[in-house]
């Protein structure tokens, strides 16, 4: 990375944004495609043909050959199918490079080998991409050169939506029209358009190359599967905000780098809790546009790591016994005039606005509790959520002490005559400035925090979408703003029914506040008797989906019809069944061909041992002791390393989805988690030039 790089410059360099269109679109084409991003509609094709030549010809400069529908298919993933620019020969047989307004519009990837959930056959291989205009194009280098990348939603043939990103903008949409009815009940005629903002933090962990080579589980599966504890993890406290190490900066300057070329605001980097583990957290964008960016910086931070010869996990728990990766999805809304509806202010007491919109939001997340759960559920997240390192996997609102005292206020009174202050923070330095307070702590333990203007959702996975938990939470508050504009527009006293309103709402949905320790048995046993649902696993949330409750949320604002919420149950079962057989498949693997291997000759270099001190009458105790201790060990190793075939075997067998995937969730893993005690017990006694595969030791310290 160039020292004297001037970021100003670089910053959205790989970008087609709005500028770069401004200046080679002509005036009125600019102009028609600036009004279809901001009020919808369609894009004459006379346009859409300039805006695919400029673009084209901004690419080919930039050295692109090909361009390709970039979309967010079920996977988990992004998925592209690059096209040259090139079409036949002319008659003097020299290439011309066009690319036209059709091509940009629409593409026709093969659509059988996505996940469907049953929506299509596998022969039915038909599938659209629609071009998103409100997320820009952009360049993006590898080995294979350069490739003008247009983020785009997935159809099936049929119409159904095989993407993450067609709910996330259909739930965008909902929540502007529902929350600009809140806005015009309080006299704001000027705001056209309310945008949901998200700023992702995504947290990650770095491993040597060499040393991930040597790791079936790392290479397969995203983690480890074996591996005892080193002598050294996280509770000295001292990696978290620690001297970032030289070759993990050199990689953070890079990745920051190409970040910025890309128009992603990457801002605050950091070491995270666990040795390996940092942080980069992103300035907030438009819901629909920081999904794609975190999809970006997921993609960029693997491409960078290799690079610098080492791999990237973005696994939510690479490494048992040390704190896993999680993304911190921090939510707004604000108008395009620029009020922020989390916006407390100065007097949240008074603010009235403020209030209403706080109520809806309490009723959304304590009504679709389950839902908002769902959302951040995948295979990986299981093994953190309710761990002691993330929050539980109840959901609750923080709101602090002060916002909590107004509720408080609120509900038994009907009023909030007077606010909690944060105070003055007094240093005792002479050299240093005392300085106002926040009113509020903040709640590391709580999934769902307010934070000042902001909720953070905390829940999310590290290998996550976000496109899944925004559009949950789109659709809820829409929702819930939608019931109480209902209810508002048709009094006949709009002051007295919206404090009323506000009173009943807060009341009602009281119980979701929890301002305390979520790691606490005690929040477990007292979230018991405020009825609120504690959904443990991946598998178990997958049918909130297609409950009546959310069918009906999702349909009354045209974010997912019933199949598509089926399609979605479906894929969750088959993913986490698939995803647990590989595991599985590889702890057999390596239980089999490295660790038990080596572990027998082992056995017999102390076999040998035994023998000859025996024969020179030399005590023996210390060597029998280990032989016996290692020989048990393996014993144990190899009956759990056949049991895990056989029940693996079984659930294999079981046709349907949700039978298998609950199969693999209560019998294989266990089974796997038997087969790894023995194994992680051999790592701790056999001679460390024996034993096969690099240690976690070595895999977090030597980066």
Known sequence: ????????????????????????????????????????????????????????????????????????????????????????????????????????????????????????????????????????????????????????????????ALDKKTPLLRSMEAISKQALRIMRLFGNDDAMKVIPSVGAEQEYFLVDEGLYKQRADLMFAGRTLFGAPAPKGQEMEDHYFGVIRERVAAFMADLNEELWKLGVTAKTQHNEAAPAQHELAPIYETCNIATDHNQIVMETMKRVATQHSMRCLLHEKPYAGVNGSGKHNNWSITTDTGINMLDPGDTPNENIQFLLVLACIMRAVDKHADLLRQSAADVGNDHRLGADEAPPAIISIFLGEQLEDVVKQLVETGAAESLKEGGTLETGVSTLPDFEKDATDRNRTSPFAFTGNKFEFRMVGSSDSIAGPNTTLNAIVAQAFCEAADRLEAAPNFDLAVHDLIKEYMSEHQRIIFNGNGYSDEWVREAEKRGLPNIRTTVEAASTLTSDKSVELFEQFGIYTKAELESREEIIYETYSKTINIEALTMIDMAGKQIIPAVVKYTKTLADMVNSLHDAGVDITVQKGMLESVSKRLAAMQTACANLKDVDRKARNIKNAKEQAFFYMNEVIPAMEALRAPADELEMIVDKEVWPIPTYGELMFEV
């Open 1 to 160: 990375m160039n020292k004297m790089m001037n970021v100003e410059e670089i910053f959205g360099q790989n970008v087609f944004d709005l500028p770069k269109m401004q200046e080679r679109l002509p005036e009125d084409i600019f102009a028609e495609v600036s009004t279809v991003m901001q009020q919808g509609g369609v894009l004459s094709m006379t346009a859409a043909n300039v805006v695919a030549k400029a673009m084209k010809d901004w690419a080919v400069e930039n050295g692109a050959t090909h361009f390709t529908h970039w979309f967010q298919p079920l996977t988990g993933i992004t998925a592209e199918k690059h096209d040259a620019f090139i079409t036949h020969p002319n008659e003097d047989g020299k290439m011309i490079m066009e690319f036209s307004g059709k091509e940009l519009i629409k593409g026709e990837p093969d659509a059988s080998s996505f996940p469907s959930g049953g929506l299509r056959a596998t022969f039915e291989a038909r599938g659209y991409t629609a071009w998103d205009m409100t997320s820009p194009a952009f360049l993006k280098g590898s080995a294979n050169g350069v490739v003008l990348c247009i983020p785009t939603a997935f159809y099936s043939y049929t119409g159904e």
